[in-house]
């Protein structure tokens, strides 16, 4: 520990790292080596067949050589193995060159989908398991002597060749807007539900003020992917007077070496220390964030992907699709529920400030701001449509928040075309707005509803 006598002890150490390999293993490796190994070990089982002595498989192979004659399965798999080769690398290649295109178009979060759905690691596992079972049948069993290995090999081409197509179409059906946000939304629900332990036994705000306080600071850089509570359960049972600890950052955040993750208070230095010292050990840091437990990781996806489709020149149905997506979180997140403490072991005197449903809030806002420079009207009236319909069902902290985000774009939104759809679009925000109890904002938004609505009459009296 250091003592610093301008400022509060500072506990330094080095978080846990994210292994790397078994993160590799769980992203993507796993499945794909798991059925390379089945080929290898069908090519063995296959060889071993050919090469036997025994009555009962020389039987087995002469009624296999019956139905697949030896010469032709033999030329047979010299001539396909190159050629099917060839196609899976050239097939690939094209595979990866449109989710690489796609992704330009529509951020990083497509080639992350594309890295993450089993399936996708079911096909290129089996495609390299089929060419690691060519190359394997065709170095060990000499011409005219592959019957079974052979036949095999023209079974799993045939089935290879159908799986391409069925690996086509599901390539393509990915690279859709709709597909990747889908798949964007299940994930965010998901790691929601495994922040439920972290969430239920944390507190919104600090108790235990004017006291000691120790700095659990960092020695490392990289995003923060894990918080294990129970660690911190643990420290906090053998503890001998009271104690708090405030988290400065959040799952997903990036801290960078000297960053303090967490305030340790208590009247105890003993105490302190041992509880600062957990709070590192709780903390997972890896190179990437992990959708599967961060949340907030999915929402600045759909972000990214409303924000580059709101842009100048692009496609306003890619926007549409992700403002849909963020629509649909904040419909599941924006009715606050706390989960009780008692399911996971009670409450502990830990301070943590969840932001994930004030990052759907941003992100719609950040649209219409987006759709401020590119002229796309049609965007911006989805997004008021949406608070619009969401701004009663909040709960009051966050209807606040969406509020003055609302006024902070007023300006922006009431300086697209008055469209019908505009027009219908801030008449039913101002609703919402009045309903809530914000007479105030919904005033301003009248106000510039009037005026567009002056100009427009001004304009058509003109013309007759």
Request: contains cysteine; proline residues 4%.
């Amino acid at each position: 520990m250091d003592e610093h006598e301008d400022g509060p002890a500072v506990v330094s150490g080095r978080p846990r790292q994210r292994n790397r390999l078994r993160w590799a293993m769980k992203e993507f490796l796993l499945p794909p080596l798991l059925i390379v190994g089945g080929g290898v070990v069908l090519a063995a089982v296959a060889v071993t067949i050919d090469r036997a002595s025994a009555s009962w498989l020389v039987a087995l192979r002469d009624a296999v050589a019956v139905i697949v004659p030896p010469a032709a399965s033999s030329t047979m798999l010299q001539t396909v193995t190159p050629g099917m080769l060839t196609a899976i690398s050239i097939v690939f290649f094209v595979m990866l060159m449109a989710v690489q295109q796609q992704a330009g178009t529509y951020t990083t979060a497509v080639l992350d989908q594309f890295m993450q759905r089993r399936l996708n690691h079911i096909f290129f596992g089996l495609f390299i398991g089929l060419a690691v079972y060519y190359v394997a049948v065709l170095t060990v069993v000499a011409p005219g002597q592959a019957v079974v290995s052979a036949a095999i090999a023209s079974v799993l081409t045939m089935v290879a060749l159908v799986l391409l197509l069925v690996f086509i179409y599901n390539t393509f059906d990915q690279l859709r807007p709709s597909s990747s946000a889908s798949v964007i939304v299940h994930n965010a629900l998901r790691a929601r539900r495994t922040q439920q332990a972290l969430l239920a036994r944390c507190r919104s705000t600090p108790q235990l003020t004017g006291t000691a306080t120790t700095r659990a600071a960092v020695v490392h850089s990289g995003y923060i992917v894990d918080i294990d509570i129970d660690v911190l359960a643990a420290a906090v049972a053998k503890t001998t007077g009271p104690v708090e600890v405030e988290f400065r950052v959040a799952l997903g955040a990036h801290i960078v070496t000297g960053d303090t993750v967490a305030d340790v208070r208590g009247s105890h230095d003993a105490d302190r220390g041992r509880l600062a010292a957990a709070v590192l050990d709780s903390v997972t840091i890896g190179r990437t964030r992990d959708t599967s437990r961060d949340a907030g990781y999915s929402v600045d996806q759909l972000a990214a992907m409303a924000w580059t489709a709101s842009s100048s020149q692009q496609d306003p149905e890619g926007a549409a699709v992700a403002i849909g997506a963020l629509h649909s979180l904040l419909a599941s997140w924006g009715s606050y529920y706390e989960p009780a403490a008692g399911r996971f072991g009670g409450p502990l005197p830990v301070v943590y400030s969840d932001e994930v449903t004030h990052q759907v809030l941003d992100a719609l806002t950040a649209v219409i701001v987006a759709t401020g420079q590119s002229g796309q009207h049609q965007t911006c009236c989805q997004v008021l449509r949406i608070f619009a319909e969401m701004l009663p069902r909040l709960a009051p902290a966050y209807q606040q928040a969406a509020v003055e985000d609302i006024a902070r774009v007023i300006s922006t939104a009431t300086a697209q075309v008055l469209t019908v759809r505009m027009e219908r679009a801030i008449g039913q925000l101002r609703w919402a707005l009045n309903e809530t109890g914000y007479q105030h904002a919904a005033g301003r938004l009248e106000e510039a509803e009037s005026e567009l609505s002056r100009q427009v009459r001004e304009l058509v009296s003109a013309e007759q």
